[in-house]
T-cell receptor, first 112, second 116 residues
Framework: AQSVTQLDSHVSVSEGTPVLLRCNYS??????LFWYVQHPNKGLQLLLK??????LVKGIYGFEAEFKKSETSFHLTKPSAHMSDAAEYFC??????????FGDGTTLTVKP | GAVVSQHPSRVICKSGTSVKIECRSL??????MFWYRQFPKQSLMLMAT?????????EQGVEKDKFLINHASLTLSTLTVTSAHPEDSSFYIC????????????FGPGTRLLVL
């Protein structure tokens, strides 16, 4: 079965320090993976996506993610956190049936 | 990126009434749209897949007579919550798949439903 696991429910960083949000997937085929961000009471915004092209994917707001098949991971990183990065982040897996499977989400808190 | 809108953004209704939520793809035609429900501090739960011109496909445990979905055109899908009850209060989010970018879903801003 295809699934995605976000390893941390909460991550707290100080402004200006690096961000790491972890996501592992389970799939029997080459997956399509996405990271979305959701600010309070808002819809989801696409940060970046991996669809079997380059393994290092750059997204908006300075985020990037690296697809590592050997580790079945797609961790989201940012070199320097900004206060506006505080939000909920979802790792999403597209199944071959065309549906999306969401991770449970990671709440990112950025301290001044 | 593509834009998806939802209307209304927030609705309060009395128990027993019906509420319609619209989801529109503004700059592309979407043959497939999805409806999600999100409880506070939780992830999104897929309710149904809406296919233009055909019946929606509901996920297990979602009552199709309770949550009516209509996808009458390539840019509009509607979700009607019938005979709403307080337990239907939630954040409802739609998404649409852009045929030009098959893998990517674009999400609407969500509709906050409160049933009194």
């Amino acid at each position: 079965a295809q699934s995605v696991t976000q390893l941390d429910s909460h991550v707290s960083v100080s402004e200006g320090t690096p961000v790491l949000l972890r996501c592992n997937y389970s799939s029997s085929y080459s997956p399509s993976l996405f990271w979305y961000v959701q600010h309070p009471n808002k819809g989801l915004q696409l940060l970046l996506k991996y669809t079997s092209a380059a393994t290092l994917v750059k997204g908006i707001y300075g985020f990037e993610a690296e697809f590592k098949k050997s580790e079945t991971s797609f961790h989201l990183t940012k070199p320097s956190a900004h206060m506006s990065d505080a939000a909920e982040y979802f790792c999403v897996f597209n199944t071959n049936a065309g549906k999306s499977t969401f991770g449970d989400g990671t709440t990112l808190t950025v301290k001044p | 990126g593509a834009v998806v809108s939802q209307h209304p953004s927030r609705v309060i209704c009395k128990s027993g009434t019906s509420v319609k939520i619209e989801c529109r793809s503004l700059d592309f035609q979407a043959t497939t749209m999805f409806w999600y429900r999100q409880f506070p501090k939780q992830s999104l739960m897929l309710m149904a897949t809406s296919n233009e011109g055909s019946k929606a496909t509901y996920e297990q445990g979602v009552e199709k007579d309770k949550f009516l979905i209509n996808h009458a055109s390539l840019t509009l899908s509607t979700l009607t919550v019938t005979s709403a009850h307080p337990e239907d209060s939630s954040f409802y989010i739609c998404s649409a798949r852009d045929p030009a970018y098959q893998e990517t879903q674009y999400f609407g801003p969500g509709t906050r439903l409160l049933v009194l």
